[in-house]
């Protein structure tokens, strides 16, 4: 069976620190990773997205990935009070099929 | 962008009554979309891979008969909870496969509570 794990959290960092949340995932098949938010109530909303080794930069955020430790991992720089939500990992195997969803990690900034 | 519209956002409904609940992507062709469940504090449970034209693939342990969809369009899926029971109170969000993007493009859910 597919899964995809998280730590639960809370997470909680004070504002201006930096954030990591960690992802492992079993299916060595997976070719697509991402990186969801979601605030309470809400749908998630894409934050990052990546599909290759490496660290991938966009702004505040660095996604990184491993596919030979089969981890993938989100970097959250100069965290914000407005950054506290549930960031939920995503894997899929090919264009078209589900996404494979963790539980999600609470991120918790404090002012 | 990609926009995917989910209506209704929220729904009561009595115990035994039907509920049906629409996905539609605005300004793409989904051939694929998928409706996922999460209860509190729980992770997004994908419930079955609507397809158009097509009989939905549900996952298992969900119930078909239940969980009626219809993909009839290439821009509209809709999922129908029939006999809803307060253990079916949750939070459903569609998503839709755009066909020139790898991740998926989300509704804003919708917030089934049955009374």
Redesign the interface.
Known sequence: QKEVEQNSGPLSVPEGAIASLNCTYSDRGSQ?F?WYRQYS??????IM?I?SNGDKEDGRFTAQLNKASQYVSLLIRDSQPSDSATY?CAV?NQ??T???????TTLSVSS | GAVVSQHPSRVICKSGTSVKIECRSLDFQATTMFWYRQFPKQSLMLMATSNEGSKATYEQGVEKDKFLINHASLTLSTLTVTSAHPEDSSFYICSAQHPRHTEAFFGQGTRLTVV
């Open positions: 697509s991402f109530g809400k749908s998630p909303e894409l997205s599909y939920l899929n264009a078209g589900a996404l494979i969803f963790g539980k999600g």
